[in-house]
């Protein structure tokens, strides 16, 4: 009698062992009848659904947590910014009134001229700031977000932008609709 090798262990407890064959041959198990191909189906389904909602719990945990630190780190960098300008006004104020004494008891120029000076030196600084901060605020107005949801039908630009299929540039149309609303004296979106 010959002796055949214990057959492979197989990967579920549920599947039958390999059948031989008139041959001697070992043939592959048989199929998973469909009752079972569908309760696994079913479980594998469920297992996707339940690792979702875990998903999206600790994606909202961490949006909390995330919003939590924001609110207090505004808090606090307001207090800190509001420090930062007092300091930075007292030492502006001791910077021009030691400019003022120096130009006119040192360079000789009478009180008038050295306070217009140094007037007109802070009037200058303020409105390159100004300019700078008109500048970054214009990026707060979020164009391109605006431009793509318009293409899209979304929003107050959606009838004046070509459709989401177009090969028009939503940009140049924006610029076409500006330079219209600025030719009929109209403010421009």
Request: aromatic content about 4%.
């Amino acid at each position: 009698m010959e002796s055949q090798p214990p057959p492979p262990p197989s990967s579920a407890p549920h599947d039958p062992p390999p059948r031989e064959d008139e041959g001697g041959a070992r043939s592959a198990p048989p199929p998973p009848d469909l009752a079972e191909a569908l309760r696994e189906l079913r479980d594998s389904g469920v297992a996707g659904i339940s690792a979702t909602g875990d998903a999206a719990r600790a994606l909202r945990d961490l949006l909390a947590a995330d919003v939590s630190l924001a609110r207090s780190a505004a808090g606090r960098s307001a207090v800190f910014a509001g420090a930062a300008v007092m300091f930075g006004v007292s030492a502006w104020l001791l910077l021009m009134t030691a400019l003022i004494v120096v130009l006119s008891n040192q360079v000789g120029l009478p009180w008038w001229l050295s306070l217009g000076g140094c007037g007109l030196l802070s009037a200058l600084c303020a409105w390159l700031a100004l300019q700078k901060a008109t500048g970054y605020f214009e990026h707060t107005r979020l164009k391109a977000t605006r431009r793509q949801l318009a293409r899209l039908g979304i929003g107050e630009l959606s009838a004046l932008m070509p459709g989401a299929g177009s090969a028009d540039s939503a940009r140049a149309a924006e610029s076409k609709l500006r330079d219209r609303a600025r030719d009929a004296g109209v403010t421009p979106p």
